[in-house]
T-cell receptor, first 107, second 114 residues
Framework: KNEVEQSPQNLTAQEGEFITINCSYS?????LHWLQQHPGGGIVSLFM???GKKKHGRLIATINIQEKHSSLHITASHPRDSAVYIC?????????FGTGTSLTVIP | KAGVTQTPRYLIKTRGQQVTLSCSPI?????VSWYQQTPGQGLQFLFE???????NKGNFPGRFSGRQFSNSRSEMNVSTLELGDSALYLC?????????????FGPGTRLTVT
């Protein structure tokens, strides 16, 4: 049983397309994180959400606590957005990660 | 401000040996968390330290341990290495309770067990 489910697993887009990555979790949480991992391993925290919506540049993250669902949107995608995107939640005192969405943006 | 640093970056060990990895957090950050990433299991939480105390622990055997020093630097130790311990080990620092604050990740230590 996976506490965190991400979809899609893989995503290929043309430059300029609008992209949505989804994350669902099984029980109530207090916060959800979206992380970006580039080839080579480095991880960057994109957003931390407990409610509503956050925007940073071309990235938008939303969370619906009642539906236990979060989305990460990328507007006007660019090849430099190619990376693995991972959502993570804390349930109790444990942290759980989604399996990641591998995004490739083609010029 | 310097970022999170991890040493060593690469390590090759033999089954049965032990290994110690080091993590230096961003200045002023008091929380350090450790994660294991493998192709099969993805990212998994190992433990979190705050003010030299382990606050939370993931579902890993007792061979995995850690500690935090008064300057917030942290080490993790894996004893009696197994082939399955080959992984990228990441640490992250944050101001306080890991999941309520933005985390800053180090570059990771890639451990290979032969």
């Amino acid at each position: 049983k996976n506490e965190v489910e991400q979809s899609p697993q893989n995503l290929t887009a043309q430059e300029g397309e609008f992209i949505t990555i989804n994350c669902s979790y099984s029980v109530g949480i207090s916060a959800l994180h979206w992380l970006q991992q580039h080839p080579g391993g480095g991880i960057v925290s994109l957003f931390m959400l407990s409610s509503g919506k956050k925007k940073h540049g071309r990235l938008i993250a939303t969370i619906n606590i009642q539906e236990k669902h979060s989305s990460l949107h990328i507007t006007a995608s660019h090849p430099r957005d190619s990376a693995v995107y991972i959502c993570a939640v804390n349930i109790g005192n444990q942290f759980y990660f989604g399996t990641g969405t591998s995004l490739t943006v083609i010029p | 401000k310097a970022g999170v640093t991890q040493t060593p970056r690469y390590l090759i060990k033999t089954r049965g040996q032990q290994v110690t990895l080091s993590c230096s957090p961003i200045s002023g950050h008091r929380s350090v968390s450790w994660y294991q990433q493998t192709p099969g299991q993805g990212l998994q939480f190992l433990f979190e330290y705050f003010s030299e105390t382990q606050r939370n622990k993931g579902n890993f055997p007792g061979r995995f341990s850690g500690r935090q020093f008064s300057n917030s630097r942290s080490e993790m130790n894996v004893s009696t290495l197994e082939l399955g311990d080959s992984a990228l080990y990441l640490c992250a620092s944050s101001l306080d309770w890991t999941f309520s604050y933005e985390q800053y990740f180090g570059p990771g230590t890639r451990l290979t067990v032969t």
